[in-house]
């Protein structure tokens, strides 16, 4: 069979140039039959190898059928049970059948691109440091860091905490939101235990810290993190850019290399925008609400009795408190930087 190239060569010579069959079997030393089919032809030759059975056709029907109720069915247990019908074949026939016909069976998910309004919303996420984060003494600690996203200019902020519970990841919130210098529409998260009661409702802390501000509120379905593309993708920069190569003498210079980089990124040309976050984010303030006086107040607060040990054991720290107040009972109030025990007029500080 003549290939593609030799095919166009002799209607070329035949038709463009004008040379006979005779020549060109002269020429070629091809049989003038071969010949004369190329000409009379004008589509490419093409090569097609006969369809061989395969071991799984007498199955195909039964894979269907199991595939249809339960579309996630693993390729090994699928061979486990076709196996007892007669299959004798290996991993890959399966495997490689399994791949082509599954997404038949699973309903795919389609995604659309988002243009949001300038103010309109602002995307949030929490990131796990791969390593503890230094905390002075030879200590350190696991920690997250809350991450903040706003839709239309992609401007981005972060706060390190040290735990999910709520106070701390709310602070994370307020610090982030004071960088970014204004507030927007909407808040999006995802069903964090600490902000998600259930059903989409907020828990009453984070509806509080909402209502003092005020924005709205919303919660992703479950496992829809496409749903708040925006900061999954500055996330996955900040873990890939910010963290490699860098080292931390304590949580504050984090915090400070953080800001730092934010800074950086902020103010780099962003690929999908063709423009710099820094630039829409002054845009996007213009319409966006100013920030409250002050941050809402997330400190911990709770009421204890001073044991005959006077110390206070707040998260596996012991903090001193007064002999006098020995069987008293004084209001603890736990912030991200000092905590205050109270009782009547006195007050007693002590740093974290």
């Not at 997404?103 to 791969?130: A, M, N």
């Not at 708040?228 to 850019?241: D, F, P, S």
């Amino acid at each position: 069979m003549l290939d593609v190239e030799r095919w166009a060569e002799l209607r070329r010579e035949h038709f463009v140039r004008g040379v006979s069959i005779n020549e060109l079997v002269r020429r070629t030393g091809l049989a003038r039959n071969t010949i004369r089919s190329a000409l009379r032809s004008d589509r490419p030759p093409t090569f097609s190898c006969p369809e061989r059975p395969s071991k799984l056709d007498r199955f195909k029907d039964e894979i269907h059928r199991l595939l249809k109720d339960d579309p996630r069915l693993p390729g090994v247990r699928v061979r486990e049970l076709i196996e007892p019908l007669g299959f004798d074949g290996g991993k890959s026939i399966v495997d490689d059948y399994l791949r082509e016909v599954r997404p038949l069976f699973v309903k795919q998910r389609t995604h659309q691109r988002t243009v949001y309004r300038p103010g309109e919303i602002c995307q949030w996420d929490l990131w796990g440091p791969s390593s503890a984060v230094p905390v002075g003494h030879g200590q350190s600690r696991r920690a997250w860091v809350v991450v903040a996203c706003l839709g239309y200019s992609r401007a981005g902020a972060a706060a390190l905490i040290f735990s999910k519970e709520a106070p701390d990841v709310l602070w994370g919130m307020g610090r982030c939101l004071w960088s970014l210098g204004a507030l927007p529409e909407l808040m999006v998260c995802d069903r964090e235990g600490c902000l998600h009661a259930g059903s989409g409702r907020p828990t009453d802390v984070y509806a509080g810290f909402c209502g003092r501000l005020p924005v709205d509120w919303y919660f992703c379905g479950p496992g829809d993190a496409p749903a708040k593309g925006c900061v999954e993708r500055l996330q996955g920069y900040l873990e890939t850019n910010f963290e490699p190569g860098r080292r931390f003498a304590n949580e504050l210079d984090f915090q400070l290399q953080l800001d730092a980089w934010f800074e950086r990124a902020n103010g780099r040309t962003h690929k999908t925008l063709r423009a710099r976050p820094l630039d829409r984010l002054a845009e996007e303030r213009e319409v966006m609400r100013p920030l409250p006086d002050g941050q809402p107040d997330v400190d911990r607060r709770w009421v204890t009795r001073v044991p005959p040990d006077p110390h206070l054991r707040f998260d596996t720290n012991d903090y001193s408190l007064d002999p006098n107040l020995v069987g008293r009972r004084v209001e603890i109030r736990a912030g991200q930087r000092e905590i205050t025990g109270r009782l009547g007029h006195r007050r007693a500080r002590r740093p974290p």
